[in-house]
């Protein structure tokens, strides 16, 4: 008879904090869903982070295994397609008229979130299908995708109450959710480096962006956002001088 099999703890760990990104995603929809609008928000927030930190304590712990990249991928389907379309429908589209199109807008956003994710595992098998390539990401990740489909909130909550551009707001949460699915070359943050000269700057940038975050939390979200979307085009062009460069060397 084969004595039980055992685990140490510290490969559970990983999974644990993903189960705890899960629990912040349900909690965002409870919210949600009780009109607690910023609480909501603060809880997709604290998932975002979360799922950045699990993938980070996989690699230090040397943990990472199949079981908890699936579950990964559930957490991220959740917690970046469906929370945020719960805080988007209710919080801008409830209650009017043009309610369906909101619906229609986060549906697509959920979808493509989901095939994104399944593109994702897809990669982990075939060598020919990848999402990373020489330090980009192919389409926009999971985590930016719930950023970037708030904007609509964090404009709301930044004192813009306008209820003119439903029609505006829909096309943005479809176009955002399209973003994922594509293949446009997107900078990795995982893999920037920065010269050890210019690591004071980088340090002091990031205490003001810190303060800024707890000062003014919405604007400055709204602009880290804007930031992104205007590093899309950067970043094509970057990944395509990166190819031209590998084909003079070759």
């Known amino acids: 008879m084969s004595a ?18 899960i629990c912040a995603g349900l909690t965002s929809v409870r919210m949600s869903l009780e009109g607690h609008l910023h609480a909501s928000l603060y809880f997709i927030l604290l998932a975002v982070f979360l799922d950045a930190a699990d993938g980070k304590l996989a690699r230090f712990l040397d943990t990472a295994s199949p079981f908890g990249a699936e579950l990964d991928s559930l957490a991220d389907f959740f917690n ?18 043009y309610a369906s199109l909101g619906w229609l807008a986060v549906l697509v956003l959920a979808v493509c979130c989901a095939l994104r994710l399944a593109r994702f595992n897809l990669s982990m098998d075939r060598p020919d299908v990848t999402l990373k390539q020489d330090g ?23 004192g813009w109450r306008e209820d003119d551009f439903p029609i505006l707001r829909a096309a943005y949460i479809i176009g955002v959710g399209l973003l994922a699915i594509s293949t446009i070359p997107t900078f990795s943050i995982k893999h ?18 810190v303060v800024c975050l707890v000062v003014y939390p919405w604007p400055t979200l709204i602009v880290v956002n804007a930031l992104y979307l205007c590093s899309l085009p950067i ?9 031209k460069g590998d084909e003079n060397r070759v």
């Open 235 to 243: 970043s094509y062009l970057a990944f395509k001088r990166a190819g």
């Open 136 to 158: 980009f990401f192919v389409g926009v990740p999971a985590p930016a995708l719930a950023c970037l489909a708030l904007m609509p909130i964090l404009f709301h909550l930044a």
């Open 192 to 209: 920037a480096s920065i010269r050890r000269a210019h690591l004071p700057l980088f340090l002091v940038a990031a205490v003001v962006l």
């Open 80 to 97: 970046f397609g469906i929370a945020p379309g719960f805080l988007l429908y209710n919080t801008l589209y409830t209650g009017t008229k």
């Open 4 to 21: 039980p099999q055992r685990i140490k703890l510290r490969h559970i760990v990983p999974s644990l904090v993903t189960v705890f990104a």
